[in-house]
């Protein structure tokens, strides 16, 4: 409710994050704690649309003031139904951005941080049955690994034994 344009850096592809809005006393505050202060990486796919609807110097959601809650999810839910979608609520939109975050591989403590969660285990509480781990892919990027560093010792070995510095 909080975020301004200037907040928006399409060029860097961050939004920074670094204060709230307390819609009971009407007033900007500083986020509940420090890791509510945070850099959140804004995907390409996203950019374009942003550079479409930006209105430097105002709101992102609103425009002096922070949106009303309802009439704006009242709002989404209308663009969705004429999109043909099932509608989401902003707080869904969250949550699939940590489930993509995830799926593309994106590290915990990372998601950790975009998400402005005070501790990581918040999220490894919330997401970490999205996360890949089942025993057999454990073992498979263990062995994956090693592997790796088996072969490149013995790339070393026979470097050193040749005198040659290239790899073989």
């Known amino acids: 409710m909080a975020l301004r344009w200037d907040d928006v850096d399409l060029a860097e592809g961050v939004m920074r994050v670094e204060r709230s809005y307390d819609p009971k006393a009407r007033e900007f ?20 649309h942003l550079m479409a609807v930006r209105k430097p110097g105002e709101l992102v959601f609103g425009n002096d003031e922070p949106f009303v809650y309802w009439p704006t999810v009242d709002r989404a839910k209308r663009a969705w139904k004429d999109s043909g979608l099932d509608p989401i609520g902003l707080h869904e939109a969250r949550h699939t951005y940590a489930s993509l975050m995830i799926a593309a591989g994106v590290n915990a403590k990372a998601l950790s941080t975009y998400l402005g969660h005070a501790s990581i285990t918040i999220t490894l509480d919330r997401y970490g049955h999205l996360m890949p781990g089942k025993e057999e892919h454990a073992a498979a990027l263990l062995d994956a690994y090693l ?10 070995a026979a470097r050193q034994v040749t005198g040659n510095s290239r790899p073989l």
Do not use: C
């Open 29 to 48: 505050v500083s986020p509940k704690s420090m890791a509510g202060v945070r850099r959140v990486p804004i995907p390409t796919i996203l950019k374009s």
């Open 147 to 156: 592997d790796n560093e088996a072969s490149e010792r013995n790339d070393e």
